[in-house]
């Protein structure tokens, strides 16, 4: 389906017809119109099917079919993602399908410089994108003001309650006004997502696009079982191959991304490492060298498993087998994105036997295995302290980067009080 047939306002389809874009995919062909209809939606789709434009496009169609854009300035919109990454790409959509439009967004999240979020926010913005722990301290604090809102959006509903916001959010959609259109997108849609969407959506429309359970049909899935210590090894062999020619490498731990990155320049390859531990300006400019194929490897913990639209990244490769099934799918998910092929590689040992069963019963298929003929799989592993990190590690549910980005001090507890230190000295 085209969007000239979809409904949308002159100007937005001026803005999609010059960054190229003229078929909608199955979850915009579907989405857009009963958006546009103005009833609350479910919209549950695979990763890389083009969500963000699904509800990006109506409401800016719908913000200037009503021409709020030329009336009172108010903040009619607010879209809230998981992650500071999803954050700024969706604030880039708006603009880029808002080009010939005067609407005006602000970024609401952590590791940014709050005074210029709270200086934006009283210029009197459209829409507003925020990661929930920001948006909660800046609510408290009297900075955002939404009693004109019309529109809500929660964008990556299952991740948002997995890192653990569901009292941000309900407390967040409480305070909103009760007569607005809500729009829940996820890519799953356990038990506590859906009795979230009861809450806050009236009557939804569920739109559903391909099973849920399986990575995007475009993406090649294989093994390669290897020893731990042989990872990197693997890795760096794997990518004399040419055609690894833009990859993502998922380790478990920000201290494993840092060591894989090491290691891959030391063996001569472009790498830089996306986490919790590296400054927001660091991660932007990382993933925009990696846009900009200045990177060849970008290496991540399950941050960067989310939300993230990189263009033709050829390979995903799971360095440490994921934590769980979903989070295997939306890793995987970063390539074969909007129609095109991908790769998706997972290195496997001895110790992932259990959780290998449990993803294939998931996903509903074997992984098939491979080889390489001229790797040596025989290597021992280093002894004594060198061979340390390569010691089995017990497996996490939830990366390290939970409370990342939500706004909030990681660790600030307060120093115990010494009670010893004004006590008189004895005399003898």
Not at 149 to 165: K, S, W
Not at 168 to 190: C, G, H, M, N, V
Not at 363 to 392: C, H, Q
Request: with cysteine; net charge positive.
């Amino acid at each position: 389906m085209s969007f000239q047939s979809i409904g949308l306002h002159q100007r937005i389809l001026q803005a999609t017809d010059e960054a190229g874009y003229s078929e909608a995919t199955p979850i915009q062909a579907k989405a857009i119109p009963a958006i546009l209809s103005g009833r609350d939606l479910i919209g549950l789709a695979q990763t890389g099917t083009g969500k963000t434009a699904a509800f990006t496009l109506p409401l800016l169609s719908q913000l200037v079919e009503n021409k709020h854009e030329l009336t009172e300035r108010a903040a009619r919109v607010l879209i809230i993602a998981p992650t500071r990454e999803l954050v700024q790409q969706i604030n880039q959509s708006l603009r880029t399908y808002g080009k010939f439009t005067n609407l005006r967004t602000a970024v609401v999240m952590g590791g940014a410089s709050e005074k210029h979020q709270i200086e934006k926010l009283k210029s009197n913005v459209d829409v507003v994108i925020a990661t929930p722990g920001r948006l909660m301290a800046l609510m408290k604090a009297g900075h955002c003001q939404f009693g004109k809102l019309t529109h809500l959006v929660l964008d990556e509903a299952d991740r948002m309650l997995d890192m653990g916001f569901l009292p941000d959010i309900q407390e967040i959609t409480q305070s909103l006004p009760k007569r607005r259109q809500s729009l829940l997108f996820s890519a799953t849609f356990p038990q506590q997502v859906e009795r979230l969407s009861k809450s806050i959506l009236k009557e939804p429309a569920t739109i559903e696009i391909g099973d849920r359970s399986n990575p995007a049909e475009t993406v090649e899935q294989y093994l390669y079982p290897v020893a731990q210590h042989l990872k990197a090894s693997l890795l760096i062999h794997l990518l004399d191959d040419h055609q690894f020619f833009s990859v993502i490498a998922f380790v478990r731990t920000r201290e494993d991304a840092d060591i894989l990155t090491k290691e891959l320049r030391g063996a001569g390859i472009e790498a830089e490492a996306i986490h919790s531990d590296r400054s927001q300006n660091h991660r932007a400019r990382a993933l925009r060298d990696f846009k900009a194929s200045k990177l060849r490897v970008l290496v991540a913990t399950d941050i960067a498993a989310r939300g993230l639209d990189i263009p033709n990244v050829t390979h995903v490769v799971n360095i440490d087998f994921p934590g769980q099934s979903d989070d295997y799918i939306h890793r995987i998910g970063r390539t074969g994105r909007a129609g095109a092929e991908g790769c998706a590689i997972t290195f496997i040992t001895d110790h992932d036997g259990e959780r290998l069963r449990k993803l294939e019963r998931h996903i509903g298929k074997t992984l098939a295995k491979r080889f390489s003929d001229s790797f040596n799989y025989k290597v021992p592993a280093p002894e004594g302290d060198a061979g340390k990190r390569f010691e089995k590690r017990k497996p996490r549910r939830h990366s390290a980067d939970r409370f990342e980005q939500s706004g909030r001090s990681k660790v600030n507890k307060p120093a115990k009080k010494r009670t010893d230190w004004r006590k008189p000295k004895k005399r003898n």
